[in-house]
């Protein structure tokens, strides 16, 4: 069967990518092609779950350096009529047509399966793509390796601003290179290296920054960039080099295969992957050898539509996180991605290369023809399965209803006023919030999970008191990585406590983020610190909630579960249980009291779901833990606090 399909393959994929001398001319080299496809299987493969693939997001990396090899190609080759303008409109017609379209034909789709924060999100990560900045919005709102990251149709999007912000500062380098062309190399290495430096840094002091930002980024593309201005090129046999078109790829899948994203330095994956993706330019970037891979038609025919198809596959795959399609399912997935490849090369042909040709073969007219065209087939290939899955374009009111009541309100006197987000920037609690907590204070101190667990308690006692940030335990003098702020706002929280000596001290936390840190020892440390500085506190550990994965309400959905069915089958407790034991192991080391709320909300492996403190029913979780307002009241109302 395969010596009948892939000639044929081989043969179609030779016809619909024909090398383009019209755009090319000689300049074309199919082996950047093999690389620019290995880059986006692996970033497509990873998006869809492959588990054997956990380090595929190292795709981009792999672009970047590809970037800023080709930006440099060009500029060395142009040399005195370079022209920056030029480059511009080049790029605008490039990367934008085919990324107007992306948002503008999965944006009806987004609107039908989501509710209004989701949908809210997508318009603001649109406007951001087009202006390029999307990865600031990005880095302020969303763990690209979170839970719940699959569910941002444009996530993506964040790579292509970091490319157009080198663009925008590579020219003015490249400039001053040209200018101090005896001190260059020196300019270079300090650039390349203090960029690499700050990388290293921001894996353990800010890690959303040093994904997201460009200035973290800037040594992979300037990577790609030198090899494109090194002059020296390897002395190889044809054989040798075949061979390495053949190992440097296989190293590169490889790599993809052992890291991960629970990698404390994601620096070292980067390097590894900018590394190898460097010698394999450095060897084929000009030409002058061939890869084996190269033959394969269809390895080419990826590279050709590789941006097409990294704009189409994360919002499809998406789509399916929201429950287009109910459940994803490897055949749904795989067919989603076959989709995917189907509407890129429609892009690839009747939008990306029209336009591309634009003041030369075709006018700005023929192309805006061909794209229209483009996108009323595209809304049909996206459509009708569509249709057909969403029973007649008809809301699926179950997941509606699931999705809201996921979402309940907090009354505004219980909102929380003294949490710190994640990214907010601020190093120290207000002023106000810290003179609030007094010797009849209730003090919840710990991370999001007390922020949510305070909401309810707040409802029910007048007493309580917040100082909490998100991702900080409430551990002293223990250096979170990646979120170096915690040392000082929890040295902030146990001077308040010294300060003011408040009646009971709540300590909660996402206390199961073993994969993250082991905080046990410091919770020992903090609660024999309080005991001696204020002996009057009373001292509550409350244990983390059940820990759901997926998230509730994608489980609920997913297993097609009765809305009516308070509890629910829980199959990842053993998290829970083991920092419950060791919590309540120090609790009665150190004269403190230990509170479990999988022991509240659990019998066995069935938890509760479904809570109706307010007289209607809700969620007890909004997502992987964090309790709803609901769920929060329904917590709190059960919790005594005194003995």
Not at 62 to 73: E, T, Y
Not at 180 to 201: D, M, N, T, Y
Not at 415 to 432: M, N, T, V, Y
Not at 468 to 482: E, L, R, Y
Request: aromatic share 12%; charged share 15%; with cysteine.
């Amino acid at each position: 069967m395969s010596g009948f399909i892939l000639p044929r393959l081989n043969s179609w994929c030779r016809t619909l990518f024909r090398l383009e001398r019209d755009l090319h001319k000689d300049s074309y080299i199919p082996e950047i092609d093999v690389l620019r496809a290995l880059a986006v299987v692996a970033v497509v493969l990873y998006h869809a779950g492959v588990p054997v693939l956990r380090g595929g997001f190292l795709g981009v990396d792999i672009f970047f350096v590809i970037s800023g090899f080709l930006i440099a190609r060009i500029y060395a080759r142009s040399g005195v009529t370079y022209s920056a303008l030029v480059f511009y409109r080049r790029r605008f017609l490039r990367i934008i047509p085919a990324l107007v379209a992306v948002i503008l034909l999965i944006l009806p789709f987004v609107w039908l399966v989501s509710f209004d924060a989701i949908f809210s999100q997508y318009l603001r990560s649109g406007l951001y793509s087009l202006l390029f900045v999307a990865n600031f919005d990005f880095w302020n709102h969303v763990d690209y390796f979170g839970p719940t990251n699959d569910e941002v149709p444009l996530l993506h999007v964040w790579s292509l601003s970091v490319e157009e912000q080198f663009y925008l500062v590579a020219p003015l380098i490249l400039f001053c290179l040209r200018r101090f062309r005896s001190r260059s190399g020196v300019i270079a290495a300090v650039l390349i290296l203090g960029s690499l430096i700050l990388s290293l840094l921001l894996d353990r002091l800010a890690p959303d920054a040093g994904f997201f930002l460009m200035p973290a980024r800037f040594w992979e593309l300037a990577a790609g960039a030198l090899i494109a201005f090194i002059a020296w090129r390897p002395r190889l046999t044809n054989g040798f080099a075949g061979a390495l078109g053949v190992v440097l790829p296989v190293l590169m899948a490889l790599l993809f295969a052992v890291y991960s994203e629970d990698r404390d330095l994601q620096t070292l994956g980067r390097l590894a992957a900018v590394v190898l993706a460097a010698l394999y330019l450095l060897v084929f970037g000009e030409g002058g050898y061939r890869s084996p891979l190269a033959g394969f038609a269809p390895l080419r025919g990826l590279g050709k539509i590789s941006y097409s198809l990294y704009l189409w596959h994360n919002p499809l795959l998406a789509l399916i996180s929201l429950q287009v399609f109910r459940s994803s399912s490897p055949q749904l997935v795989a067919g989603t991605v076959v989709l995917a490849v189907l509407l890129a090369i429609v892009s690839y042909v009747m939008i990306e290369n029209p336009w591309r040709l634009v003041g030369r073969k075709v006018s700005a007219g023929q192309a805006l023809v061909s794209s229209s065209i483009a996108a009323l087939m595209i809304l049909l290939m996206i459509g009708v399965p569509f249709y057909l899955a969403s029973n007649g374009f008809r809301a699926d009111e179950r997941t509606r209803l699931v999705l809201e009541q996921a979402q309940t309100p907090v009354p505004k006197p219980y909102q929380s006023r003294c949490f710190l987000e994640a990214k907010s920037g601020i190093l120290s609690f207000p002023d106000a919030c810290k003179s609030a907590v007094t010797a009849q204070s209730t003090l919840v101190w710990g991370d999001s999970f007390a922020r949510h667990l305070s909401y309810g308690l707040r409802t029910v006692r007048n007493d309580v008191q917040e100082l909490s940030g998100a991702g900080c335990p409430p551990v002293i003098h223990v250096f979170f990585g990646g979120n170096p702020r915690c040392q000082g706002l929890n040295d902030q929280t146990l001077a308040e406590v010294i300060r003011a000596h408040p009646a009971r001290l709540v300590l909660t936390a996402y206390w199961t983020r073993s994969e993250i840190y082991d905080a046990s020892p410091g919770v020992e440390a903090t609660v024999r610190r309080v005991r001696e500085a204020s002996p009057e506190t009373r001292i509550i550990l409350i244990g983390s909630p059940p820990i759901w994965r997926p998230k509730l309400p994608r489980l609920i959905l997913r297993r097609n579960l009765d809305l009516n069915q308070d509890a629910v089958e829980n199959t990842s407790l053993v998290e829970v249980e083991a920092s419950d034991a060791t919590l309540k192991a120090i609790a009665e080391r150190n004269g403190a009291r230990f509170i479990s709320l999988k022991d509240m909300l659990c019998h066995g492996t069935l938890c509760r779901a479904w809570v109706d403190p307010l007289g209607h029913r809700a969620l007890v979780t909004f997502d992987h833990g964090h309790f709803t307002y609901d769920g929060s009241l329904f917590v709190a109302r059960q919790l005594s606090l005194d003995p």
